[in-house]
Each structure stands twice: as C-alpha cells, then as structure tokens.
C-alpha cells in the first residue's frame, strides 16, 4: 500500500528565508497532490503533479515531481507570514484500491 | 459557483448515540469521498462514492456507512459512537471516478463525541 512521508512535520522561519517541504512516497504514484489546510479550516488544492518532472509555481510556492526518486518538494521563496499554514502532500496509486494517501502534513510557521 | 458544502458544521454526540453527516459535492461533481481528520492519526480515507455506488472503503469498522444519492448529494452515518470517533470529517468532491481530477474539500463537520 502506498505510503506518504514528509518532512520536517514543523518548521519555523523567519520572513524573507527560502525553505524546502520534502515528500517521499513508498510505492508508484500516479499523482501527488498538495494542499494548505488553514487552523480550524477545510484544505485547499494547490498543486497537481501529474508526471516525471513536472514542476508547477503559483506565487512564492513552487512543486516539483521526480518519479524516479519517489519524491516530491514544496519550495517557499521569500516566505511571508501570510504563508503559515499546515501543507499536505499525498499520493495516488490507480488501482483496484485507488484512494488519495496523505502525509501527516508540515506544520509552517512564518516569523515576522 | 458554489463549493462543497458539508452539514452540519459542528455536533456534539454522547458515547452510544448514531450521526448522519451530509456533504454536497460542486456542481457536476459525481466522486464523493470522505476522510476522517484527527490530531494523532492525520487524514484517512474513509470512502469514496461514484454514481450512488461505493468504489473503495478505508480501514474503518463497519460501524462507519455511507451512500450517494442520484443527485451526488452523500451521506455517512456513523453508529454506536465512541470517543475515539471525535474528529474533523471532510468530504471531497471530483468530476472523475478516479480522481485523477482535482479533489475539492468542504469546510468538514467537526464532531465531539463526550
């Protein structure tokens, strides 16, 4: 079955540092998704990682794919504090138990 | 257009007592999946829906249900409740049947079982 793995689970950094969310999966993929879930909130899609290499920016957040490696990075440029958050990375697998698998999520808290 | 919509947004159950939470997909949407979210266990896959008939389950006990009605609208209901059933549960709408579309998340039903 598959399994997701982040890290770090927490990271606190200051505004204006850049930082890097790892996200390793154990088993074939065929998406991975992240998402920011807000305190007390419902999670929002941010990215869709459909393929090897495929990378995809929106704002100061940048993901990237790397099939090979069964890893996947949630880069954070510049951070501001509007950016704390709990992110989530998770997989896909399309099979006969196709289901979306989480990680446990990163924790960000953004000093300002 | 309206996002997904989940009833009600909070509940307070005894130990004992059965719950129906209500979740309405996007427009269009015909996947519905449900996730149970706690602190020590993150989310976990509890079901997903298509076209009013359950495609997966999670590894929950059989006191945990759901069903799809004709108009995408789910429901689950969860029987017998037990402390450890407090949680944030969210359902998640898509277009496609193997959510190789986006999933949308409702805000979730935040349920205390006391």
């Known amino acids: 079955e598959l399994k997701v793995e982040q890290n770090p689970l927490f990271l606190s950094m200051q505004e204006g540092k850049n930082y890097t969310i790892y996200c390793n999966y154990s088993?074939?993929?065929?998406?991975l998704y992240w998402y920011r879930q807000d305190p007390g909130k419902s999670l929002e899609s941010l990215f869709v990682l459909l393929s090897n290499g495929a990378v995809k920016q929106e704002g100061r957040l940048m993901a990237s794919l790397d099939t090979k490696a069964r890893l996947s990075t949630l880069h954070i440029t510049a951070a501001v504090h509007d950016l704390s958050a709990t992110y989530f990375c998770?997989?896909?697998?399309?099979?006969?138990?196709?289901?979306?698998?989480f990680g446990k999520g990163t924790r960000l808290h953004i000093l300002p | 257009k309206a996002g997904v919509t989940q009833t009600p947004r909070y509940l307070i159950k005894t130990r004992g007592q059965q719950v129906t939470l209500s979740c309405s997909p996007i427009s269009g949407h015909r996947s519905v999946s449900w996730y149970q979210q706690t602190p020590g266990q993150g989310l976990q896959f509890l079901f997903e829906?298509?076209?009013?008939?359950?495609?997966n389950k999670g590894n929950f006990p059989g006191r945990f249900s759901g069903r799809q009605f004709s108009n995408s609208r789910s429901e689950m209901n969860v029987s017998t409740l037990e402390l450890g059933d407090s949680a944030l549960y969210l359902c998640a709408s898509s277009l496609a049947a193997t959510l190789d579309t986006e999933a949308f998340f409702g805000q979730g039903t935040r349920l205390t079982v006391v």
């Open positions: 088993t074939t993929s065929d998406r």
């Open positions: 829906y298509f076209s009013e008939t359950q495609r």
């Open positions: 998770a997989g896909y697998t399309m099979n006969r138990d196709d289901k979306i698998i």
